[in-house]
């Protein structure tokens, strides 16, 4: 079936850099893409999502960029900070498979002090 | 209640003994999801209920696996004659409708372990 994301890496930034987590996606039907973090002992929290009519979306701190051509998401964070440490994952999804989310392997962020 | 809750967070049984884990989802909320985290990994989906349709089961890895949804609120997955491998944290989510711009709301999760 369709993959999200296959991997789980780490990343590992110096606090106050900039990071940027990559997810590739494979199915180019997908209309909506979620970004979620999940912490040490919680569940996956939302953070940021972006609609396939959309390259880029910013938030506090964070922002998406969508590449349909080459089916690729990425995430930056701006400033990182230690409570940014945690795993990242990416999904998608598409309206035409009613409310189902594709979860990628997820990354994750080690930010040094 | 203000979000998705699970219990127990934790739970550590024998090999051979069923365990239920149950799952208390957002007030509303139409949709539930049943996801699997081994350690390190990613989301591995399970089960999905939204309203009164059959829920798709397509994500349960065997026969020992089952889910069920009462009244269209709590649901509680129960894993028969466990096994070592079943070990994971299990994740239930939550949304508000059909459509995947609603998103999913998490619970913490149950840690289980099979000893």
């Known amino acids: 079936g369709e993959s999200v994301g296959l991997h789980l890496p780490t990343l590992s930034v110096q606090e106050g850099d900039n990071s940027i987590i990559n997810c590739a996606y494979s199915?180019?039907?997908?209309?909506?893409f979620i970004w979620y973090k999940q912490e040490s002992g919680k569940g996956p929290q939302f953070i940021i999502d972006i609609r396939s009519n959309m390259d880029k979306r910013q938030g506090q701190r964070v922002t998406v960029l969508l590449n349909k051509t080459v089916k690729h998401l990425s995430l930056q964070i701006a400033a990182t900070q230690p409570g940014d440490s945690a795993v990242y994952f990416c999904?998608?999804?598409?309206?035409?498979?009613?409310?189902?989310?594709?979860f990628g392997g997820g990354t994750r962020l080690m930010v040094k002090p | 209640g203000a979000g998705v809750s699970q219990s127990p967070s934790n739970k550590v049984t024998e090999k051979g003994k069923d365990v239920e884990l149950r799952c208390d989802p957002i007030s509303g909320h139409t949709a539930l999801y049943w996801y699997r985290q081994s350690l390190g990994q990613g989301l591995e989906f399970l089960i999905y209920f939204q309203g009164n349709s059959a829920p798709d089961k397509s994500g349960l890895p065997s026969d020992r696996f089952s889910a069920e949804r009462t009244g269209g609120s709590v649901s509680t997955l129960t894993i028969q004659r466990t096994q070592q491998e079943d070990s994971a944290v299990y994740l239930c989510?939550?949304?508000?409708?059909?459509?995947?711009?609603?998103?999913?709301?998490f619970g913490s999760g149950t840690r289980l372990t099979v000893v």
């Open positions: 989510a939550s949304s508000l409708g059909v459509g995947v711009k609603y998103g999913y709301t």
């Open positions: 999904a998608e999804g598409t309206n035409n498979a009613g409310n189902m989310l594709t």
């Open positions: 199915n180019s039907a997908s209309d909506y």
